[in-house]
């Protein structure tokens, strides 16, 4: 794990992209199942066992293809290889966010009045900086090169999260399954993870829907 970089942004948040840089010789999707194996692996880690709640780990999980394969000029010149290496690009969101509004509002002692509009779920936040030092401990498939977490807003994961399920999509290589098609791992209060269609028609996002249409 010494050679394979590891960044983070330092943010806390319940929306977390990760993206995955692999070698030269690789081809994106043939590892996407191998590599999410391993990023599944990481977020059983027990300095996240706080996010689960009534026996419940709220995890939604979807990947997808950034750039296949290294991307070359026409002369065979290698590009910015920062830029263009076969790269995986995961979206992670703890809990719903903004759906069920009505239950996720601070209330007083008799349940009565509303305190505090949308707290902050303290069990939905996870700290990029501890993910990235997660991704350390555990040791990484050996296609893996480097790998950078980011603590993002809801606005920036509504636009990934489209982007990675989207059957058309506007800049990834990978072409997703489609809305509420694309395959989303959710951890099962058994502790494992099983794949379910995705369901970010839940998380609230306003007109979210529309853009399937």
Request: glycine share 8%; aromatic share 10%; with cysteine.
């Amino acid at each position: 794990m010494d050679d394979v970089l590891i960044r983070s942004n330092g943010r806390t948040s319940n929306n977390l992209q990760v993206l995955v840089r692999l070698g030269p010789s690789t081809r994106a999707s043939d590892l996407l199942v191998f590599v999410t194996q391993w990023i599944l692996l990481c977020l059983e880690d027990a300095r996240f066992d706080y996010t689960r709640v009534m026996d419940q780990y709220n995890w939604h999980v979807v990947a997808n293809v950034v750039t296949e394969t290294v991307n070359v000029g026409a002369a065979g010149d290698l590009k910015d290889v920062n830029d263009f290496f076969p790269t995986l690009v995961f979206a992670i969101r703890v809990g719903g966010g903004r759906e069920s509004p009505f239950f996720r509002h601070a209330r007083d002692t008799e349940n009565l009045v509303v305190t505090k509009e949308h707290p902050v779920m303290q069990h939905e936040q996870v700290s990029g900086d501890v993910l990235a030092t997660v991704l350390r401990d555990v040791p990484s498939p050996p296609c893996v090169q480097a790998v950078g977490v980011s603590g993002v807003s809801d606005e920036f994961m509504e636009d990934l999260w489209a982007e990675i399920i989207s059957e058309e999509p506007q800049t990834f290589e990978g072409a997703g399954k489609g809305f509420m098609k694309h395959p989303m791992w959710i951890r099962l209060p058994c502790k494992s993870w099983v794949a379910v269609r995705e369901s970010s028609h839940n998380f609230g996002w306003k007109g979210y829907s529309s853009r399937f249409e």
